[in-house]
Protein backbone atom coordinates (compact mmCIF):
# COMPACT_ATOMS: atom_id res chain seq x y z
CA UNK A 1 0.00 0.00 0.00
CA UNK A 2 1.74 3.17 -0.88
CA UNK A 3 1.41 5.83 2.05
CA UNK A 4 -1.36 8.87 1.60
CA UNK A 5 -0.13 12.32 -0.42
CA UNK A 6 0.17 15.28 1.78
CA UNK A 7 -2.56 17.10 3.31
CA UNK A 8 -3.42 20.04 1.18
CA UNK A 9 -2.75 22.25 4.03
CA UNK A 10 0.89 21.59 3.65
CA UNK A 11 1.59 24.09 0.78
CA UNK A 12 4.48 26.31 2.67
CA UNK A 13 3.61 29.99 3.04
CA UNK A 14 5.58 32.70 2.98
CA UNK A 15 7.98 34.23 0.34
CA UNK A 16 8.81 31.31 -1.76
CA UNK A 17 12.16 32.79 -2.83
CA UNK A 18 13.33 33.77 0.98
CA UNK A 19 12.62 30.34 1.69
CA UNK A 20 14.01 28.53 -1.62
CA UNK A 21 17.95 30.79 -0.05
CA UNK A 22 17.67 29.32 3.15
CA UNK A 23 16.93 25.95 1.98
CA UNK A 24 20.38 26.29 -0.77
CA UNK A 25 22.14 28.09 1.69
CA UNK A 26 21.34 25.02 4.46
CA UNK A 27 22.16 22.17 1.95
CA UNK A 28 25.79 24.22 1.04
CA UNK A 29 26.21 24.24 5.07
CA UNK A 30 25.81 20.73 4.91
CA UNK A 31 27.34 19.53 2.27
CA UNK A 32 30.11 21.68 1.68
CA UNK A 33 31.49 22.67 5.23
CA UNK A 34 29.88 20.02 7.70
CA UNK A 35 31.14 17.05 5.54
CA UNK A 36 34.22 15.01 6.45
CA UNK A 37 35.80 12.91 3.97
CA UNK A 38 37.55 10.13 5.43
CA UNK A 39 39.92 7.86 3.40
CA UNK A 40 39.34 10.13 0.41
CA UNK A 41 35.31 9.64 0.28
CA UNK A 42 32.80 11.86 2.15
CA UNK A 43 31.95 9.62 5.58
CA UNK A 44 29.74 11.72 7.50
CA UNK A 45 29.07 14.93 9.13
CA UNK A 46 30.73 16.86 11.71
CA UNK A 47 28.89 17.61 15.47
CA UNK A 48 29.46 21.64 14.58
CA UNK A 49 30.89 23.82 11.25
CA UNK A 50 34.34 25.16 13.02
CA UNK A 51 33.66 28.68 13.15
CA UNK A 52 36.78 31.12 11.84
CA UNK A 53 38.15 33.13 14.78
CA UNK A 54 41.20 35.81 15.51
CA UNK A 55 42.65 38.21 12.90
CA UNK A 56 44.00 35.35 11.03
CA UNK A 57 40.73 33.73 10.62
CA UNK A 58 41.43 30.74 11.98
CA UNK A 59 39.18 27.34 12.40
CA UNK A 60 38.47 27.10 15.82
CA UNK A 61 38.01 23.48 16.94
CA UNK A 62 36.18 22.96 19.68
CA UNK A 63 36.17 20.39 22.18
CA UNK A 64 34.93 17.49 20.71
CA UNK A 65 32.30 19.20 18.24
CA UNK A 66 34.32 18.78 15.47
CA UNK A 67 34.32 14.92 15.36
CA UNK A 68 32.14 12.63 14.09
CA UNK A 69 29.29 11.77 16.42
CA UNK A 70 27.23 8.57 15.10
CA UNK A 71 23.83 10.37 17.26
CA UNK A 72 24.47 13.18 15.32
CA UNK A 73 24.87 12.12 11.89
CA UNK A 74 20.81 9.93 12.14
CA UNK A 75 19.34 13.03 10.46
CA UNK A 76 22.22 13.03 8.35
CA UNK A 77 22.24 9.45 7.26
CA UNK A 78 18.13 9.74 6.91
CA UNK A 79 18.59 13.02 4.49
CA UNK A 80 21.53 11.01 2.51
CA UNK A 81 19.42 8.55 1.97
CA UNK A 82 16.41 10.37 0.98
CA UNK A 83 19.00 11.61 -1.37
CA UNK A 84 20.17 8.56 -2.71
CA UNK A 85 23.21 8.95 -1.66
CA UNK A 86 23.92 5.84 -0.63
CA UNK A 87 27.81 5.51 -0.99
CA UNK A 88 28.17 7.82 1.52
CA UNK A 89 25.80 6.30 4.11
CA UNK A 90 27.68 3.01 3.90
CA UNK A 91 31.39 4.47 3.87
CA UNK A 92 29.73 5.43 7.14
CA UNK A 93 28.28 2.45 8.75
CA UNK A 94 31.58 0.53 7.51
CA UNK A 95 33.62 2.90 9.34
CA UNK A 96 31.26 2.64 12.52
CA UNK A 97 31.52 -1.07 11.92
CA UNK A 98 35.45 -0.95 11.47
CA UNK A 99 35.59 0.80 15.02
CA UNK A 100 32.99 -1.48 17.23
CA UNK A 101 35.23 -2.44 20.37
CA UNK A 102 36.89 -5.72 20.29
CA UNK A 103 38.27 -4.94 23.93
CA UNK A 104 36.86 -7.64 26.34
CA UNK A 105 35.42 -5.31 29.10
CA UNK A 106 33.13 -3.10 25.65
CA UNK A 107 33.08 -5.52 23.10
CA UNK A 108 30.59 -5.01 20.66
CA UNK A 109 29.77 -1.08 21.99
CA UNK A 110 30.15 1.47 18.81
CA UNK A 111 32.14 4.67 19.60
CA UNK A 112 30.19 8.21 20.11
CA UNK A 113 32.35 9.68 18.13
CA UNK A 114 35.92 9.22 16.07
CA UNK A 115 37.78 11.45 13.56
CA UNK A 116 40.66 10.99 11.47
CA UNK A 117 44.39 12.40 12.78
CA UNK A 118 47.70 11.45 11.19
CA UNK A 119 45.58 8.92 8.53
CA UNK A 120 44.51 7.39 11.40
CA UNK A 121 41.09 6.87 13.19
CA UNK A 122 40.59 7.71 17.18
CA UNK A 123 37.32 6.87 18.80
CA UNK A 124 35.68 8.08 21.91
CA UNK A 125 33.93 5.09 23.80
CA UNK A 126 33.74 7.34 26.74
CA UNK A 127 37.39 7.33 28.01
CA UNK A 128 37.47 10.99 26.55
CA UNK A 129 34.20 12.11 27.28
CA UNK A 130 33.27 15.11 29.60
CA UNK A 131 32.43 13.23 33.23
CA UNK A 132 33.76 9.63 31.31
CA UNK A 133 29.77 9.35 29.98
CA UNK A 134 29.02 6.61 28.25
CA UNK A 135 27.36 6.81 25.16
CA UNK A 136 24.62 3.62 24.77
CA UNK A 137 22.40 4.87 22.04
CA UNK A 138 24.73 5.26 19.27
CA UNK A 139 25.22 1.55 19.60
CA UNK A 140 22.15 0.87 18.97
CA UNK A 141 21.19 3.52 16.19
CA UNK A 142 23.71 1.47 14.30
CA UNK A 143 21.56 -1.85 13.49
CA UNK A 144 18.71 0.88 13.04
CA UNK A 145 20.42 2.95 10.24
CA UNK A 146 22.06 0.03 8.57
CA UNK A 147 18.67 -1.66 8.21
CA UNK A 148 17.16 2.25 6.73
CA UNK A 149 19.92 1.37 4.61
CA UNK A 150 19.50 -1.59 3.16
CA UNK A 151 15.73 -1.45 2.75
CA UNK A 152 16.43 2.32 0.90
CA UNK A 153 19.24 0.71 -0.95
CA UNK A 154 18.25 -2.79 -1.75
CA UNK A 155 22.27 -3.83 -1.08
CA UNK A 156 21.59 -7.36 0.47
CA UNK A 157 25.11 -8.02 -0.46
CA UNK A 158 26.37 -6.15 1.89
CA UNK A 159 23.90 -6.95 5.02
CA UNK A 160 25.05 -10.37 3.93
CA UNK A 161 28.84 -9.46 4.32
CA UNK A 162 30.54 -11.78 7.22
CA UNK A 163 31.52 -8.19 8.51
CA UNK A 164 28.27 -6.91 9.20
CA UNK A 165 27.05 -10.34 10.38
CA UNK A 166 29.30 -11.03 13.25
CA UNK A 167 29.32 -7.17 13.98
CA UNK A 168 25.74 -7.97 14.69
CA UNK A 169 26.12 -10.92 16.54
CA UNK A 170 28.70 -8.84 19.18
CA UNK A 171 26.03 -6.00 19.26
CA UNK A 172 22.93 -8.47 20.21
CA UNK A 173 25.66 -10.42 22.47
CA UNK A 174 25.59 -7.14 24.84
CA UNK A 175 22.08 -7.48 25.47
CA UNK A 176 20.67 -11.11 24.73
CA UNK A 177 22.57 -12.28 28.07
CA UNK A 178 21.55 -13.45 31.28
CA UNK A 179 21.39 -10.08 33.85
CA UNK A 180 20.19 -10.18 37.18
CA UNK A 181 16.47 -8.95 37.12
CA UNK A 182 13.57 -10.78 34.92
CA UNK A 183 12.97 -7.82 32.47
CA UNK A 184 13.71 -7.36 29.17
CA UNK A 185 14.61 -3.57 29.82
CA UNK A 186 18.22 -2.45 29.65
CA UNK A 187 20.45 -0.83 32.10
CA UNK A 188 22.24 2.27 31.75
CA UNK A 189 24.06 4.84 33.57
CA UNK A 190 23.54 8.53 34.06
CA UNK A 191 23.72 10.21 30.87
CA UNK A 192 23.92 7.34 28.03
CA UNK A 193 22.73 9.12 25.39
CA UNK A 194 21.73 12.77 23.97
CA UNK A 195 21.08 13.60 27.01
CA UNK A 196 25.36 13.27 28.17
CA UNK A 197 25.23 14.80 31.16
CA UNK A 198 23.91 14.03 34.72
CA UNK A 199 20.20 14.70 34.97
CA UNK A 200 18.86 11.81 36.23
CA UNK A 201 18.27 9.66 33.38
CA UNK A 202 20.50 6.36 34.89
CA UNK A 203 18.47 3.25 35.16
CA UNK A 204 16.01 2.62 32.04
CA UNK A 205 15.46 5.66 30.22
CA UNK A 206 12.83 6.15 28.27
CA UNK A 207 15.00 6.75 24.98
CA UNK A 208 17.48 3.81 25.55
CA UNK A 209 14.46 1.10 25.92
CA UNK A 210 13.10 2.75 22.54
CA UNK A 211 15.99 2.44 20.56
CA UNK A 212 16.94 -1.21 22.21
CA UNK A 213 13.29 -2.25 20.48
CA UNK A 214 14.58 -0.79 16.99
CA UNK A 215 17.98 -1.93 17.34
CA UNK A 216 16.52 -5.75 18.02
CA UNK A 217 14.25 -5.65 15.81
CA UNK A 218 16.13 -4.17 12.87
CA UNK A 219 19.19 -6.28 14.14
CA UNK A 220 16.59 -9.55 13.79
CA UNK A 221 15.64 -8.53 10.33
CA UNK A 222 19.58 -8.10 8.89
CA UNK A 223 20.78 -11.24 10.11
CA UNK A 224 20.78 -13.89 7.74
CA UNK A 225 19.82 -17.59 7.32
CA UNK A 226 23.01 -18.98 9.61
CA UNK A 227 21.56 -16.65 12.50
CA UNK A 228 17.76 -17.58 12.68
CA UNK A 229 17.52 -18.70 16.39
CA UNK A 230 19.61 -15.66 17.68
CA UNK A 231 17.34 -13.44 15.62
CA UNK A 232 14.55 -15.25 16.63
CA UNK A 233 15.60 -14.35 20.28
CA UNK A 234 16.20 -10.74 19.25
CA UNK A 235 12.50 -10.66 18.10
CA UNK A 236 11.13 -12.26 21.23
CA UNK A 237 12.99 -9.72 23.17
CA UNK A 238 11.42 -6.91 21.34
CA UNK A 239 7.97 -8.37 21.88
CA UNK A 240 8.29 -8.64 25.84
CA UNK A 241 9.69 -5.33 25.75
CA UNK A 242 7.21 -3.38 23.92
CA UNK A 243 4.71 -5.13 26.08
CA UNK A 244 7.03 -3.90 29.11
CA UNK A 245 6.87 -0.19 27.92
CA UNK A 246 3.11 -0.01 27.37
CA UNK A 247 2.92 -1.57 30.89
CA UNK A 248 5.39 0.64 33.04
CA UNK A 249 5.88 3.79 30.85
CA UNK A 250 2.31 4.74 29.06
CA UNK A 251 0.39 7.04 31.06
CA UNK A 252 -3.03 8.91 30.25
CA UNK A 253 -5.58 10.42 32.59
CA UNK A 254 -7.38 6.67 33.15
CA UNK A 255 -4.47 5.14 33.67
CA UNK A 256 -3.08 7.61 36.35
CA UNK A 257 -6.71 7.48 38.04
CA UNK A 258 -5.83 3.67 38.25
CA UNK A 259 -2.37 4.18 39.65
CA UNK A 260 -3.48 6.47 42.07
CA UNK A 261 -5.79 4.48 44.08
CA UNK A 262 -3.16 1.25 44.02
CA UNK A 263 -2.08 -0.46 47.44
CA UNK A 264 1.04 -0.55 48.19
CA UNK A 265 4.05 -2.31 49.89
CA UNK A 266 2.07 -6.11 48.09
CA UNK A 267 4.57 -9.22 47.74
CA UNK A 268 4.47 -12.34 45.44
CA UNK A 269 4.23 -12.51 41.79
CA UNK A 270 0.72 -11.29 40.97
CA UNK A 271 0.63 -7.81 42.15
CA UNK A 272 -0.80 -4.83 41.09
CA UNK A 273 2.10 -2.62 41.91
CA UNK A 274 4.90 -4.33 40.99
CA UNK A 275 7.68 -1.44 41.74
CA UNK A 276 5.96 -0.49 44.78
CA UNK A 277 5.31 3.12 43.67
CA UNK A 278 3.25 5.91 46.24
CA UNK A 279 0.40 7.74 45.56
CA UNK A 280 2.47 10.82 46.70
CA UNK A 281 5.66 10.38 43.69
CA UNK A 282 2.59 10.99 40.89
CA UNK A 283 2.98 15.35 40.24
CA UNK A 284 0.16 17.30 40.16
CA UNK A 285 1.14 19.12 37.02
CA UNK A 286 0.38 16.06 34.84
CA UNK A 287 -3.18 16.76 35.27
CA UNK A 288 -3.26 19.74 33.17
CA UNK A 289 -0.40 18.35 31.36
CA UNK A 290 -2.43 15.19 29.62
CA UNK A 291 -5.81 17.00 30.12
CA UNK A 292 -8.41 14.48 28.94
CA UNK A 293 -7.13 13.17 25.86
CA UNK A 294 -3.61 13.19 25.70
CA UNK A 295 -0.81 10.19 26.99
CA UNK A 296 2.42 9.67 26.43
CA UNK A 297 5.43 7.46 27.76
CA UNK A 298 6.98 8.54 31.02
CA UNK A 299 10.61 9.10 31.26
CA UNK A 300 11.60 6.44 33.06
CA UNK A 301 10.42 3.51 36.03
CA UNK A 302 12.40 2.57 39.09
CA UNK A 303 11.27 0.74 42.44
CA UNK A 304 9.16 3.34 44.12
CA UNK A 305 10.72 6.47 41.69
CA UNK A 306 8.54 6.63 38.36
CA UNK A 307 10.38 9.47 36.38
CA UNK A 308 7.15 11.43 35.06
CA UNK A 309 9.20 13.90 32.96
CA UNK A 310 8.41 14.22 29.42
CA UNK A 311 11.16 13.53 26.83
CA UNK A 312 10.53 14.78 23.15
CA UNK A 313 12.59 12.44 20.98
CA UNK A 314 11.85 9.09 23.25
CA UNK A 315 8.12 9.63 22.20
CA UNK A 316 8.56 10.61 19.06
CA UNK A 317 10.95 7.55 18.42
CA UNK A 318 7.87 5.30 20.35
CA UNK A 319 5.57 6.32 17.54
CA UNK A 320 7.86 5.90 14.73
CA UNK A 321 9.29 2.35 15.70
CA UNK A 322 5.16 1.52 16.26
CA UNK A 323 5.60 0.75 20.16
CA UNK A 324 2.74 3.24 20.34
CA UNK A 325 -0.48 1.67 18.73
CA UNK A 326 -2.33 4.60 16.16
CA UNK A 327 -4.68 5.54 19.09
CA UNK A 328 -1.96 5.86 21.95
CA UNK A 329 0.35 7.61 18.40
CA UNK A 330 -3.09 10.24 18.59
CA UNK A 331 -2.71 10.61 22.15
CA UNK A 332 0.51 11.81 22.04
CA UNK A 333 0.09 14.17 19.08
CA UNK A 334 -2.93 15.57 21.01
CA UNK A 335 -0.54 16.01 23.93
CA UNK A 336 2.28 17.88 21.96
CA UNK A 337 -0.22 20.26 20.55
CA UNK A 338 -2.14 20.74 23.80
CA UNK A 339 0.86 21.61 25.56
CA UNK A 340 2.83 22.94 22.55
CA UNK A 341 2.87 26.60 24.73
CA UNK A 342 5.65 24.60 27.02
CA UNK A 343 6.67 22.40 23.91
CA UNK A 344 7.32 24.65 21.12
CA UNK A 345 6.53 28.22 22.51
CA UNK A 346 9.05 30.56 20.38
CA UNK A 347 11.36 27.51 19.46
CA UNK A 348 10.13 23.56 18.79
CA UNK A 349 11.13 21.75 20.57
CA UNK A 350 11.88 21.51 24.33
CA UNK A 351 13.79 18.53 25.25
CA UNK A 352 12.11 17.20 28.08
CA UNK A 353 9.63 18.88 30.66
CA UNK A 354 9.62 19.53 33.56
CA UNK A 355 12.71 20.95 33.91
CA UNK A 356 14.98 20.07 37.70
CA UNK A 357 15.08 22.92 39.64
CA UNK A 358 16.20 24.17 43.53
CA UNK A 359 17.56 21.61 45.46
CA UNK A 360 16.53 18.71 43.20
CA UNK A 361 19.04 20.16 40.11
CA UNK A 362 21.76 20.76 42.71
CA UNK A 363 21.74 16.89 43.88
CA UNK A 364 20.99 15.25 40.76
CA UNK A 365 22.92 17.27 38.36
CA UNK A 366 26.17 17.68 40.28
CA UNK A 367 25.58 21.77 40.33
CA UNK A 368 25.90 21.91 36.28
CA UNK A 369 26.11 25.23 35.02
CA UNK A 370 25.45 23.53 31.94
CA UNK A 371 22.25 22.08 32.77
CA UNK A 372 20.73 24.75 35.00
CA UNK A 373 16.55 24.90 35.03
CA UNK A 374 15.07 25.82 31.39
CA UNK A 375 19.02 25.57 30.02
CA UNK A 376 20.55 22.90 27.28
CA UNK A 377 18.89 19.33 28.38
CA UNK A 378 17.03 20.47 30.95
CA UNK A 379 14.06 21.99 29.67
CA UNK A 380 16.14 23.83 26.52
CA UNK A 381 14.69 23.75 23.72
CA UNK A 382 16.44 21.46 20.73
CA UNK A 383 15.69 22.19 16.77
CA UNK A 384 17.00 19.09 15.88
CA UNK A 385 14.36 17.55 17.37
CA UNK A 386 11.30 18.54 14.99
CA UNK A 387 12.03 15.94 12.48
CA UNK A 388 11.17 13.16 14.38
CA UNK A 389 7.61 14.71 15.30
CA UNK A 390 7.27 15.63 11.70
CA UNK A 391 8.27 11.86 10.72
CA UNK A 392 5.60 10.56 13.53
CA UNK A 393 2.88 12.24 12.27
CA UNK A 394 3.31 12.35 9.09
CA UNK A 395 3.23 8.82 9.14
CA UNK A 396 -0.35 8.88 10.86
CA UNK A 397 -2.59 8.74 7.60
CA UNK A 398 -0.67 5.34 7.02
CA UNK A 399 -1.72 4.54 10.35
CA UNK A 400 -5.23 4.52 9.08
CA UNK A 401 -5.66 8.26 11.28
CA UNK A 402 -7.47 9.73 9.63
CA UNK A 403 -7.50 14.02 8.36
CA UNK A 404 -9.73 15.46 11.06
CA UNK A 405 -7.91 13.42 13.99
CA UNK A 406 -4.10 14.52 12.36
CA UNK A 407 -5.44 17.93 11.51
CA UNK A 408 -4.26 19.62 14.94
CA UNK A 409 -0.90 18.09 14.70
CA UNK A 410 -0.29 18.80 10.89
CA UNK A 411 -1.15 22.47 11.13
CA UNK A 412 1.32 22.89 14.00
CA UNK A 413 3.96 21.17 12.23
CA UNK A 414 3.71 23.78 9.60
CA UNK A 415 3.55 26.80 12.16
CA UNK A 416 6.56 25.51 13.55
CA UNK A 417 8.49 24.52 10.39
CA UNK A 418 7.83 28.20 9.65
CA UNK A 419 8.97 29.19 12.99
CA UNK A 420 12.65 27.42 12.20
CA UNK A 421 12.42 28.64 9.13
CA UNK A 422 12.53 32.48 10.82
CA UNK A 423 14.62 31.90 13.03
CA UNK A 424 17.14 29.52 12.59
CA UNK A 425 19.62 31.53 9.77
CA UNK A 426 19.23 34.41 11.92
CA UNK A 427 20.36 32.84 15.17
CA UNK A 428 22.91 30.77 12.75
CA UNK A 429 21.69 27.21 13.33
CA UNK A 430 22.55 27.38 17.11
CA UNK A 431 22.62 23.91 18.78
CA UNK A 432 19.74 24.86 21.35
CA UNK A 433 17.67 27.45 22.70
CA UNK A 434 17.64 27.83 26.47
CA UNK A 435 14.82 30.05 28.81
CA UNK A 436 11.34 28.68 29.04
CA UNK A 437 10.13 29.89 26.18
CA UNK A 438 13.42 29.12 24.07
CA UNK A 439 13.54 32.79 22.96
CA UNK A 440 17.33 33.21 23.34
CA UNK A 441 20.13 30.95 21.87
CA UNK A 442 21.66 28.87 24.45
CA UNK A 443 24.49 30.20 26.60
CA UNK A 444 26.88 27.99 25.58
CA UNK A 445 25.46 26.44 21.88
CA UNK A 446 27.59 26.20 19.34
CA UNK A 447 26.90 27.62 16.14
CA UNK A 448 25.88 26.03 12.76
CA UNK A 449 25.33 22.70 14.44
CA UNK A 450 24.86 19.98 11.77
CA UNK A 451 21.59 18.67 13.46
CA UNK A 452 20.18 21.91 13.62
CA UNK A 453 20.83 22.34 9.79
CA UNK A 454 19.82 18.61 8.42
CA UNK A 455 17.24 18.32 11.04
CA UNK A 456 15.75 21.44 9.32
CA UNK A 457 16.62 20.01 5.48
CA UNK A 458 14.38 17.37 6.54
CA UNK A 459 11.37 19.00 8.19
CA UNK A 460 11.21 20.54 5.19
CA UNK A 461 11.69 17.34 3.07
CA UNK A 462 9.28 15.35 4.74
CA UNK A 463 6.22 18.54 4.84
CA UNK A 464 6.87 19.91 1.72
CA UNK A 465 9.00 17.74 -0.72
CA UNK A 466 7.94 13.94 -0.29
CA UNK A 467 6.09 12.76 3.05
CA UNK A 468 5.98 9.60 1.95
CA UNK A 469 9.87 9.41 3.08
CA UNK A 470 8.44 9.69 6.19
CA UNK A 471 8.49 5.79 6.18
CA UNK A 472 12.31 5.52 6.25
CA UNK A 473 12.81 4.29 9.45
CA UNK A 474 9.72 2.02 9.73
CA UNK A 475 11.38 -0.94 11.48
CA UNK A 476 10.60 -4.29 9.71
CA UNK A 477 7.13 -5.66 9.27
C1 LIG B 1 26.46 17.57 23.19
C2 LIG B 1 25.08 16.93 23.22
C3 LIG B 1 25.11 15.60 22.51
C4 LIG B 1 25.68 15.77 21.11
C5 LIG B 1 27.03 16.45 21.15
C6 LIG B 1 27.56 16.80 19.77
O1 LIG B 1 27.36 16.82 23.93
O2 LIG B 1 24.64 16.80 24.52
O3 LIG B 1 23.81 15.06 22.48
O4 LIG B 1 25.78 14.52 20.49
O5 LIG B 1 26.93 17.66 21.87
O6 LIG B 1 26.67 17.61 19.09
Request: glycine share 8%.
Amino acid sequence: MSPPQPPASFVSQGDPAHERAVVEAARQLLFERAMATIAGHPAGALAAIPQMRGAEKTAVHDLNYTELFIRDNVPVMVYLLVEGKFEIVRHFLDICLGLQSREPLTLGIFPTSFFEEDGRLVADYGQRAIGRVTSVDATLWWPILAHAYLRRSGDHAWAASETVQSGIERLLALVLKPGFRDAPTLLVPDGAFMIDRPLDVWGTPLEIQVLLYGALRSAAHLLDARHQELARRAEEWARRLRGYLLKFFWVNTKVIEVLRRRPTEQYGERVVNEYNIQTETIPHWLQHWLGLRGGYLIGNIRTGRPDFRFFTLGNCLGAIFDILSPVQQLALFDLVVHNQGELVAEMPLRICHPPLEGEKWRSVTGFDPKNRPWCYHNGGHWPCLLWYLAMAVLRGRARGLSATQLGPAEQLLDRTYHMHLARLPRQRWAEYFDGPTGLWTGQQARYYQTWTIVGFLLTHHLLYGDPRDAHILDLPT
